[in-house]
């Protein structure tokens, strides 16, 4: 992992796009769990969402940032695993006019998780990344890719073992990875108005959340 801050200019696009990132697992890493169920607890979406009234609705970025803030466009969390690390972290487009504050959300909400959240969203969130895991193992090629990734990176585990992997999971251990990751450097990409650019806070600042 290597930290990455990058600003785009386009002065004819109204949105401003910010992605917040940092180090997440390897796809072979016991945090792996951790990381996936993180991204399941943030969630998110975009402000209108083909998928019918109410979807998403419990996820905490849809209920705190899409809900609140009208702004804002599309708010989802990202959780990508690779061989040797990770990126994980969240995605936002909103209207410039209030764009220099995306960052700040973004870093206020991680900093929420990482000291706790309800006992309800976390169980929601376990319960909702095992239907995930299990209704994708219904698919052939889903399942042909997992068999791949599973045989080149670490020993089978079957979907019961997954799921009591994640039945394991605390909130100590959503925190000590969350904040694991905040310590570290954050990635910043931002594409949108130049003035509106100038405005966001740079990773420097970010860190002190």
């Given at each position: 992992y290597q930290r990455r801050v990058r600003a785009t200019a386009e002065s004819a696009t109204p949105v401003v796009?910010?992605?917040?990132?940092?180090e997440g697992a390897s796809v072979s890493s016991d945090d792996v769990y951790t990381a996936c169920l993180l991204q399941q607890l943030l969630g998110g979406g975009d402000a209108f969402s083909?998928?019918?009234?109410?979807?998403?609705?419990?996820?905490?970025?849809?209920?705190?940032?899409?809900?609140?803030?009208?702004?804002v466009e599309t708010c989802v969390a990202f959780n990508n695993c690779y061989a040797e690390t990770g990126l994980f972290g969240i995605f936002t487009s909103m209207n410039d006019a209030r764009a220099t504050d995306v960052a700040s959300m973004m870093a206020n909400m991680l900093v929420r998780v990482a000291r706790g959240v309800s006992d309800d969203h976390f169980r929601r969130a376990k319960n909702q990344l095992?239907?995930?895991?299990?209704?994708?193992?219904?698919?052939?090629?889903?399942?042909?890719?997992?068999?791949?990734?599973?045989?080149?990176?670490?020993?089978?585990?079957?979907?019961?073992?997954?799921?009591?992997r994640i039945d394991a999971l605390t909130q100590d251990d959503l925190s000590a990875f969350l904040r694991r990751a905040l310590l570290g450097r954050p990635s910043l990409l931002s594409f949108g108005a130049p003035d509106t650019l100038q405005n966001l806070p740079d990773c420097e600042q970010l860190q002190q959340y």
């Open positions: 796009h910010v992605a917040l990132g940092f083909t998928g019918g009234p109410g979807k998403g609705m419990h996820s905490l970025l849809y209920r705190d940032v899409l809900a609140r803030h009208p702004m095992k239907g995930t895991v299990l209704m994708n193992l219904e698919s052939r090629i889903v399942l042909f890719e997992d068999l791949v990734r599973q045989t080149i990176h670490h020993p089978h585990n079957n979907a019961r073992d997954v799921c009591a």
